[in-house]
C-alpha cells in the first residue's frame, strides 16, 4: 500500500456529487481485501485500488439534477453500494445483497482520497459536529442491518458476541430497540467500553462457560456473533432461545460444524447480514445523529491521509489495541 498522485475527479456530471473525504474508517474487511481473502462476490482482489468505504466527507460541489438539500460545505456520508435494481434480490427490496453490487473501496475507488465523484443517492448529510464521527455511520448501519435482520423488539435479550467496533455499535442499535443487551468479549478493555454504554458482560473464557452462565439465566431471543469466530458462532446457536434468532455479522472464510438437531429441536432463524439497504443507511444517520456523544469513543486512533499505510498496518498488527482507526483527510 503506497500514497501516490492520481488524476483529479472532472466536474460532478447530472446527478453526481464532488466531495472531499474527511474521515475514512478501517475496518476488517479492509484487511480481508488487502489480503485477497475475500471470495470472488465479496469484491476479490482487484488492485490496484483506492480502499476507504467508510466514508465521511464534505461537499465540494452539487452536479446539475441533483436533489434539493445538497450544498458545498456539508458533511456528508457515503452510501458505499450500487446495486444492479434487476436481479432476484434487487427485485425484492434486498439491493444489498445484489449479484452484481459494487462496493466503494472495494469493488471501485473509495475515500482514501482528496476528491471524489459519487452519484447522489450515495451521499447522506450527517448532522453532527465531528466527521470523525459521521465516519462511524458505514459501521452503525451494519448494525441496523443486524437488528432489522434479527427482529430486535422491545423488551428482548440479545447477546452480541465480540466487542470491537461493530459490536459496540450493534449494542447501540439493539438498545435503540429498547432490548436489554449482553456484550461478550475475550478483552476486558472492549468490556469496559461496552459497560460505559449500558451493556451487561461478560468475559469469554470458553464456549461451554458462556453458555452456562448466560443459559442459567434467560435464555436470549437474539444472539449476534461480529466475530466471525467459529467457537463462538457455535456458542451463539447453544446460547439462543428456543424459537430464537442467530445473526452472523462477523466475516470468514473458516468452517464450522455444528450438532443438526440444535437447529431443529429449536425451530431456530439463522440469518446473515451484509452491508445494508439504502433506508437503513439513513435509519444509521439518524441513530448516528442522536449517539454522537456515546459513539466517539468508538475511535481510538487518527492519522492523516499522508500517512494510510502506516495506520492500515497499525490496525492490522495491533488488533488489540485498536477500537476504531480513522484516517483523516482533513488534515494535511
Ligand atoms: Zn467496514
Ligand atoms: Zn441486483
Redesign the pocket.
Known sequence: MRVRDVPEPDEPGPGEVLVRPAAV??????FHFFEGRLSEHAGGSGFPRIQG??VAATVESVGPGCREGLRPGQTVALF?LRACGRCYPCRIGRANVCVSFSLI?IHEDGGLQERLCIAEEQVFPVDVASPVVAALV??VS?AVRAVHRGRVTEGERVVVLGAGP?GQALLLAAQDRGASVVVVDLLESRLELARSLGAETLLWTSADEVVARLGRERAPEVVIDATGVPAAVRAAVELVSSAGRVVQVGMSGDEVTFRLGSFTEKELDVLGVACCGSTEFGEAVDLVERNADRLAPLVSHEFDLAEAPDAVRFAMERPADVMKVVIRGDRT
Open positions: 474508517g478501517i475496518c476488517g474487511s479492509d468505504h467508510e458505499p473501496g458505514e459501521p451494519i461493530i
